[in-house]
Nanobody
C-alpha cells in the first residue's frame, strides 16, 4: 500500500523557520505532482506550494519569497522550507502526491499525508 509520512511541524516564533518533509513509499511507478496544502481553523484547505516536473513551482501569493518547495525524486520526498514565518501561517499542513501506483491495482491516484501542525506564536 502507498503511504505518505510527514514530519517537521512544530511551534516556532514569528520570523522563525521550519522545514516540512513528506515521503511517499510503497508500490509507486511514477510521481506526477507533489504539493503542500494547509488548513487553518474555520478556513478552506488551500494550496501553499506545488511542484510538477519540468515546470516552475507555484506558490500561494502570501508565501512567495518566504517558502520554497523542493523534491527529491530518488527518495520520493517533497520538502517545504518555510522562512520568515508569520502567525497567519499557523495551520495544519498536508502533503499531496499525484502518482501512478502498481498495486493493488495499477492506477493513477492522489494521496494525502496525515497532516502536521505548524504554530507560529510568541
Amino acid at each position: 500500500q502507498v503511504q505518505l509520512v510527514e514530519s517537521g511541524g512544530g511551534l516556532v516564533q514569528p520570523g522563525g523557520s521550519l522545514r516540512l518533509s513528506c515521503t511517499a513509499s510503497g508500490p509507486i511507478s511514477m510521481i506526477y505532482n507533489m504539493a503542500w496544502y494547509r488548513q487553518a481553523p474555520g478556513n478552506e484547505r488551500e494550496l501553499v506550494a506545488g511542484w510538477q516536473g519540468g515546470t516552475e513551482p507555484v506558490y500561494l501569493e502570501s508565501v512567495k519569497g518566504r517558502f520554497s518547495i523542493s523534491v527529491d525524486m530518488v527518495k520520493n520526498t517533497v520538502h517545504l522550507r518555510m522562512n520568515s514565518l508569520k502567525p497567519e501561517d499557523t495551520a495544519i499542513y498536508y502533503c499531496n502526491v499525484d502518482l501512478l501506483q502498481t498495486a493493488p491495482t495499477k492506477e493513477r491516484r492522489i494521496y494525502w499525508g496525515q497532516g502536521t501542525q505548524v504554530t507560529v506564536s510568541s
